[in-house]
């Protein structure tokens, strides 16, 4: 997983309490990351209908709905892709003791293992929503620490 998902996903925390859309380099600021970088992991969530791009001098980005609509894996995938976590290759059929093909007619314990791991792995970040992870971002920050990044946010935008 790329790092950009943890941007991402720290900006859509941020965006939860927003009123006014929030300019991609002040979350930068914000998060003392890299504006470039950030703002490629923005537009990924605005290719993904995530969030908005809003125009002009008061410009900058906000969430397109709720954040109880919204789910981590939504930000996981609008950032890295759907693409599974593995990808089998046939393994077994391959060195001296290669199986044939038609020996295979099933996944392999070690492909099944791993596509079982992938789908837990999805049905727990699609169980969390963005309003869910900025609850618990606040009880283990301090619930003042989210309204007070956002205050900040909102005087230099």
Not at 6 to 33: I, K, N, Q
Not at 44 to 52: F, I, N, T
Not at 59 to 82: N, P, Q
């Amino acid at each position: 997983m790329s790092g950009g998902v943890e941007w991402a996903l720290h900006c859509c925390v941020v965006l939860t309490g927003m009123t006014e859309p929030v300019p991609a380099a002040r979350l930068a600021e914000f998060h003392d990351v890299s504006p470039t970088y950030l703002a490629k992991q923005l537009q990924a969530l605005s290719r993904a209908g995530l969030v908005r791009s809003v125009q002009g001098q008061a410009g900058g980005y906000v969430l397109t709905r709720a954040a109880t609509e919204i789910t981590v894996l939504d930000v996981v995938e609008a950032v890295d892709g759907r693409e599974a976590a593995f990808t089998c290759t046939e393994i077994r059929q391959r060195g001296p003791f290669a199986a044939t093909p038609e020996a295979c007619t099933t996944p392999c314990p070690v492909a099944r293992v791993m596509i079982e791991g992938d789908r837990a792995w999805r049905e727990s970040l699609r169980a969390t929503s963005i309003a869910e992870l900025a609850g618990s971002v606040a009880r283990n920050v301090g619930v003042d620490a989210l309204p007070r990044a956002q205050a900040w946010i909102a005087q230099r935008a």
